[in-house]
T-cell receptor, first 116, second 112 residues
Framework: ETGVTQSPTHLIKTRGQQVTLRCSSQ?????VSWYQQALGQGPQFIFQ???????GRGNFPPRFSGLQFPNYSSELNVNALELDDSALYLC???????????????FGPGTRLLVL | GQQLNQSPQSMFIQEGEDVSMNCTSS?????WLWYKQDPGEGPVLLIA?????ELTSNGRLTAQFGITRKDSFLNISASIPSDVGIYFC????????????FGKGTKLSVKP
């Protein structure tokens, strides 16, 4: 069974650019959640996707957007990057029947984004 | 963003010592979870708590859901070197869908 994978592992961008981060959910999982983890902080919920639609959103501006594909993989897009967007971006997937249940979110290793 | 108050921020342990950390919130939570995160990896769930007063163990780890539903603690007994890492508490506010609110973490290190 393949776990949650994310790509790329590291990324450097400059302020104002756009970035796309990718997540492949664990086999059989149909719900994907994204989190931002700044250095020295706990993860903060960005949004969750279920059946290719946004299913809950945290306190992040509209320049943070996402997609979920029919194979349940997901993308996080961030436009007009700001220095404060530098963080570890975590993806977590959940199996069917859990409604993205908390205890069933399996996290990937994250993508570390640095904005210069 | 909203976060839980987790303490201590960091602690040093010697092998064999017991360790205790806790989280508090001004809000009532329906669920408390404890995670461990190693460098370069995502958080891994250790224990999930669903009812006020619940006490749950996972090997040498024990966690409790506070009676007021506004706090939780995690104990690690007889610590070993691989316990080193960052421990996060997380809770879900009633009515929210799927999202977790995390504490800032407790960093566990080995005493030199």
């Amino acid at each position: 069974e393949t776990g949650v994978t994310q790509s790329p592992t590291h990324l450097i961008k400059t302020r104002g650019q756009q970035v796309t981060l990718r997540c492949s959910s664990q086999s059989g999982h149909n719900t994907v959640s994204w989190y931002q983890q700044a250095l020295g902080q706990g993860p903060q919920f960005i949004f969750q996707y279920y059946r290719e639609e946004e299913n809950g959103r945290g306190n992040f501006p509209p320049r943070f957007s996402g997609l979920q594909f029919p194979n349940y993989s997901s993308e996080l897009n961030v436009n007009a990057l700001e220095l404060d967007d530098s963080a570890l971006y975590l993806c977590a997937s959940s199996p069917p029947g859990t409604s993205g249940g908390l205890e069933t979110q399996y996290f990937g290793p994250g993508t570390r984004l640095l904005v210069l | 963003g909203q976060q839980l108050n987790q303490s201590p921020q960091s602690m040093f342990i010697q092998e064999g010592e017991d360790v205790s950390m806790n989280c508090t919130s001004s809000s009532i939570f329906n669920t408390w979870l404890w995670y461990k995160q190693d460098p370069g990896e995502g958080p891994v769930l250790l224990i999930a708590l669903y009812k006020a007063g619940e006490l749950t163990s996972n090997g040498r780890l024990t966690a409790q859901f506070g009676i007021t539903r506004k706090d939780s603690f995690l104990n690690i007994s007889a610590s070993i070197p691989s316990d080193v890492g960052i421990y996060f508490c997380a809770g879900q506010l009633g009515g929210s869908q799927g999202n977790l609110i995390f504490g800032k973490g407790t960093k566990l290190s080995v005493k030199p």
